[in-house]
């Protein structure tokens, strides 16, 4: 992109001393900061300056980076802009490797997530139920394996001093159920809340009937489920078989796929086209979405932390009815702005 002259789109800030630009730029997002940068020649200098990324950076950025378990976490940064984006892409292990952070890129808002093992699960230390492998896609040393359980019951809980104040966060479940089993359909109750204060509780799903996965079709026109596909095709060739005289010869495949791909947009006709939602900008659903990871998660409740106190912030996922679930992996639980 070229970059226009500031002298052309924004004459008022090319007298100011770069300083002020910065002050200016400091009551924006990162995001919107980069986008200046890109518009006029007058931001890029601002936009590159430590004094903005420090200012993006949380004040207590060094603490956290001293605690991490990551030797990239020990590099030297050529610049605080480097640094910031090197937190946001590269999540560190803090807490002995129990709890990881990282950054959200758009805002500079602080995220976590807690290890599998930073979780209180019911009869998570006796190998009958669950145990403890390791897994090359995971970035913590073990994830939680459910061999069997009736009561599946699990917790977690963070200092609410250790999150970005002002800030809207929704924690969430990070697991995968590709080769479970007893969580078909089922209600799996979820609760988010400060302890000792008022508790949000929902009805989520663990699993759901592949059935109603979402695909893509060729055309590019938006994401329909599978069984919208297939009622579809059952109609389109009712109606295409149907309108032959009689006597006349069968249509053969290439006759079908021409009808087919020239009533596609039937297929759309009361469906909104869309583009795919990214799994890790909105997944407050009931049931699980997938990530750009190999795993899903799902949204467990939302809270605002307004700052200024240390609060506990407790996180509970429980299914108490009684049959047996196997197979479910867990991660951990995210907590990142909404």
């Given at each position: 992109m070229?970059?226009t002259?500031?002298?052309?789109?924004?004459?008022v800030?090319?007298?100011?001393?770069?300083g002020?630009?910065?002050d200016?730029?400091?009551?924006?997002?990162?995001?919107?900061?980069?986008r200046?940068?890109?518009l006029?020649s007058v931001?890029?200098s601002a936009a590159e300056?430590d004094a903005?990324?420090t200012?993006?950076?949380?004040?207590d950025?060094?603490e956290?980076v001293d605690?991490?378990?990551?030797?990239?976490?020990?590099r030297?940064f050529?610049s605080?802009?480097?640094?910031?984006?090197s937190l946001?892409?590269s999540?560190?292990l803090i807490?002995?490797?129990?709890k990881?952070?990282w950054?959200?890129?758009?805002?500079?808002k602080?995220?976590?997530?807690l290890?599998a093992?930073?979780?209180a699960?019911i009869w998570g230390d006796t190998?009958?139920?669950?145990?403890?492998?390791?897994?090359?896609?995971s970035?913590?040393?073990?994830?939680?394996f459910l061999?069997n359980v009736?009561?599946?019951d699990v917790?977690?809980?963070?200092?609410t001093?250790?999150?970005?104040?002002g800030?809207?966060?929704a924690?969430?479940?990070?697991?995968?159920s590709?080769d479970s089993y007893?969580?078909?359909?089922v209600?799996?109750?979820?609760?988010?809340?400060?302890v000792?204060?008022?508790?949000?509780e929902?009805?989520?799903?663990?699993?759901?009937?592949?059935?109603?996965?979402?695909?893509?079709?060729?055309?590019?026109?938006?994401?329909?489920s599978?069984e919208?596909?297939?009622?579809?095709?059952?109609d389109?060739?009712?109606e295409l078989y149907?309108?032959?005289?009689?006597g006349?010869?069968?249509?053969?495949?290439?006759?079908?796929?021409?009808?087919?791909?020239?009533?596609?947009?039937?297929?759309?006709?009361?469906?909104?086209p869309?583009a795919?939602?990214?799994?890790?900008e909105s997944?407050?659903?009931p049931?699980?979405k997938?990530r750009?990871?190999?795993w899903?998660e799902?949204e467990?409740?939302?809270?605002?932390?307004?700052?200024?106190?240390?609060?506990?912030?407790?996180i509970?996922i429980?299914?108490?009815d009684?049959h047996?679930?196997?197979?479910?992996?867990?991660?951990?639980?995210e907590?990142?702005?909404?």
């Amino acid at each position: 992109m070229e970059i226009t002259p500031e002298s052309d789109v924004f004459p008022v800030f090319s007298s100011l001393q770069e300083g002020s630009v910065v002050d200016i730029l400091k009551r924006l997002t990162p995001r919107d900061a980069c986008r200046l940068s890109a518009l006029a020649s007058v931001f890029l200098s601002a936009a590159e300056s430590d004094a903005l990324w420090t200012g993006f950076l949380p004040p207590d950025y060094k603490e956290i980076v001293d605690r991490s378990l990551e030797s990239s976490s020990q590099r030297h940064f050529s610049s605080k802009k480097e640094l910031f984006f090197s937190l946001c892409d590269s999540p560190l292990l803090i807490a002995g490797g129990r709890k990881s952070f990282w950054l959200e890129k758009k805002s500079g808002k602080k995220c976590y997530m807690l290890a599998a093992r930073e979780l209180a699960i019911i009869w998570g230390d006796t190998p009958e139920y669950w145990t403890w492998p390791s897994l090359p896609e995971s970035r913590f040393s073990e994830v939680a394996f459910l061999n069997n359980v009736c009561w599946f019951d699990v917790k977690g809980k963070i200092d609410t001093g250790m999150l970005s104040s002002g800030t809207k966060y929704a924690a969430y479940l990070v697991f995968d159920s590709r080769d479970s089993y007893g969580f078909e359909e089922v209600e799996v109750k979820s609760s988010v809340g400060i302890v000792g204060d008022e508790i949000t509780e929902k009805i989520i799903y663990l699993d759901k009937d592949t059935s109603e996965e979402e695909v893509e079709d060729e055309a590019g026109y938006g994401y329909v489920s599978i069984e919208k596909v297939r009622s579809w095709i059952n109609d389109t060739l009712t109606e295409l078989y149907s309108s032959q005289e009689p006597g006349e010869e069968l249509l053969g495949f290439e006759d079908v796929s021409a009808w087919m791909k020239n009533n596609l947009s039937q297929l759309h006709s009361s469906h909104e086209p869309q583009a795919p939602e990214d799994s890790t900008e909105s997944s407050d659903g009931p049931y699980p979405k997938k990530r750009g990871d190999r795993w899903l998660e799902i949204e467990l409740g939302e809270f605002f932390n307004g700052g200024g106190e240390n609060l506990e912030l407790q996180i509970s996922i429980t299914q108490h009815d009684g049959h047996w679930k196997h197979g479910l992996i867990i991660e951990g639980i995210e907590i990142r702005p909404k």
